[in-house]
């Protein structure tokens, strides 16, 4: 998001410490249980040593693959690093709990606290990580080498970011948006693909893809056995999928209303004009979905029936509860980003791509860390984190229209929002 401090985390914690302050028996308890904790845990890890089999002061999740290793249960050196971990955990979350904050301070502050316990874990550090360890035993120190000249890429070549993907070996047209089609119509926002059918007859009302344009289309088209539109042309419908084109500082001033008239809007008929038919269905995606629920709500007000059914997939049409989106997109945030937008023109696809990594932390930053870093592993090569890395720009004036009317104000759920009149 740039900046020291973009969503303005240190007002948030001092509202936590005033909160926390004005209970201070639940703040003391905390900090009672805490000390309690870690000193089991301690005691535990000593008993360790001696031999004797404890059972831990917290269960870590069966799920969470980074602490699968026995080591971290038969080793009283790790185990307590474990355990430490874990009632630290514990202890934040309760924080978070007694400074009961409303809003998008509650989201700010369990971003924060999540964000410090997944970078907090023993598996962020080398010393304390026992499958890096190992494996600078096994490799006689080769892997801290090339963990080293990874970290040096990333900090040179990827914003100081461990890289999740290693995108070389896909190339879009061959085993990424594979599948055959050509460019039907094109305008200054979009192209319009059509896929050649692959039955001999098909069905009599086409499909119109609607993908997000915070990244490329293809993720409906993602890599064949693996692609909706592929399956969907194999199964006798005529498909068509809009590709958006990706902003720079000259479009800055295009806006929501261009993206729904020039992009679905005309897409329907250009479709009914190819193929005749009177009805269109549509699959819409994430933003394309919500783009897709604005389209309706603007044919239904002219009397426009040319929608014949809509899907949506994984698509907010009711902002009022955003989850952790909401630590980003409250009144003070978007001000500061909308000063940031109007210099620069656009959102770009790395401060797009770095918020949505910061809401996985484990799974999307540090997991990556730990296997680049402290390992020298290479990144997986991976179809959907190749196309998650194919991300794009957003324009500054759609941006800061579509964060204030949805998430700010959410009136597309209470049918305020006014699009094209």
Known sequence: MGGLDPINLLGTMAKAAVAAAARPFDTAAAGMRLGVNLSAAAFKSAALIAGVESNPIVQPDPKDRR????????????????????????????????????????????????????????????????????????????????????????????????????????????????????????????????????????????????????????????APDRSFIEWAVQHGHTVFAISYRNPDASMSETTLEDYLVNGPRIALDVIKDITGAPKVNL?????????????????????????????????????????????????????????????????????????????????????YVASNWLMGQDPPAFDILAWNEDSTNMPSAMHSFYLRSCYLENRLASNELRLSG
């Open 283 to 367: 699959v819409a995606l994430c933003l394309g979905g919500t783009l897709a629920m604005m389209l309706m709500a603007f044919l239904a007000a002219i009397d426009d029936d040319s929608i014949g059914s809509v899907t949506l997939l994984n698509t907010l049409v009711d902002f009022g509860a955003p989850g952790q989106l909401g630590a980003f997109t409250d009144a003070t945030t978007i001000e500061r980003l909308e000063q940031r937008l109007q210099k620069e023109g656009v959102l770009s696809a790395d401060d797009m791509r770095r918020t949505f990594d910061l809401l996985r932390p484990d799974d999307l930053v540090f997991n």
């Open 67 to 222: 602490f699968s290793d026995p080591t971290w249960t038969q080793n009283p050196l790790y185990f307590w690093y474990l355990q430490r971990h874990h009632v630290r955990q514990e202890f934040v979350r309760e924080l978070v709990e007694i400074a009961d904050l409303d809003g998008s301070d509650a989201a700010k502050l369990e971003f924060l606290g999540e964000l410090l316990i997944s970078g907090s874990a023993p598996t962020n550090f080398l010393w304390s990580n026992p499958m890096a360890l190992k494996k600078a035993f096994e490799t006689g120190g080769r892997s801290l080498a090339r963990g080293l000249r990874n970290f040096i890429d990333d900090a040179l070549n990827n914003g100081g970011w461990p890289k999740q993907v290693d995108t070389s070996p896909f190339t879009v047209g061959e085993n990424l948006a594979a599948t055959p089609g050509e460019v039907v119509f094109r305008n200054e926002l979009m192209e319009l693909i059509q896929y050649e059918p692959q039955t001999d007859e098909v069905h009599a009302a086409p499909i119109l893809c609607s993908p997000p344009w915070i990244n490329k289309y293809y993720v409906m088209d993602l």
